[in-house]
């Protein structure tokens, strides 16, 4: 389709380390979180197909903001700290927290959160508090089981099936959609995208 959003376009924008230094909330925005190493710097820059656009949330002391990319005028990314960080003290993590929860429930633009789990360590006790905000939020999540080519194709299919049968019995089954993801290979890049193009056009 000639209009789907062209990914490779992005430019970072800017990072904002509470919800009132965000962007103006107009617009549509998709959020991207996971715990660190989960992939996540990896699957932005295979999405927009540039290797050194994720690069700002690794700069030291960074860690803890939200970096805004631009796609158009008023679509954005947003890439999320990755959570599960061992060395953060606990009143930093637990002011992160308050910070996440508020942009998660407030923010009008976000229309939906594209969560990372490392295809080996699905459904990690974070990854359900995640899931909980989103469903609170009513937010669509899309879940994307990383690193897909660590396994052979039917052990991942295995995990795919176990994670969604997770969910339908947690009550989360209708919001959100589930797939495995590649950087590596670049597979599962077109059902990303997809849904994506779907969330940015979708009208509010
Ligand atoms: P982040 O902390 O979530 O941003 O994770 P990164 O994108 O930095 O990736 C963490 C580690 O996993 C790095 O060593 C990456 O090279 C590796 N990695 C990321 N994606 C893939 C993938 O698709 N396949 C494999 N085999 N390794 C990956």
Not at 15 to 39: H, L, M, W, Y
Not at 51 to 59: E, F, G, N
Request: one cysteine or more; aromatic letters at 8%.
């Amino acid at each position: 389709m000639s209009d789907d959003i062209s990914f490779n376009q992005a430019k970072y924008l800017l990072s904002a380390p509470t919800i009132k230094q965000c962007p103006d909330d107009t617009g549509r925005e998709v959020a991207f979180a996971g715990r660190s190493n989960a992939g996540k710097s990896s699957a932005i820059n295979t999405l927009t197909n540039n290797s050194k656009l994720a690069r700002t949330s690794k700069t030291p002391g960074r860690t803890q903001l939200l970096n805004f990319f631009t796609l158009s005028e008023d679509r954005r990314l947003v890439d999320l700290p990755g959570y599960g960080f061992a060395k953060v003290p606990k009143a930093m993590k637990q002011a992160w927290d308050r910070n996440l929860a508020c942009y998660l429930q407030e923010r009008q633009s976000l229309f939906g959160l594209v969560m990372l789990m490392d295809i080996r360590h699905p459904l990690q006790e974070y990854d359900w508090q995640m899931i909980r905000w989103a469903s609170q939020a009513e937010m669509p999540v899309h879940l994307l089981l990383t690193k897909a080519d660590k396994l052979k194709k039917g052990p991942a299919k295995s995990v795919l099936l176990g994670v969604q049968g997770e969910l339908a019995k947690e009550g989360f089954g209708d919001n959100i959609s589930i797939q495995t993801f590649s950087s590596l290979k670049k597979a599962g890049l077109e059902e990303l995208k997809k849904t994506l193009n779907v969330w940015l056009k979708a009208e509010k």
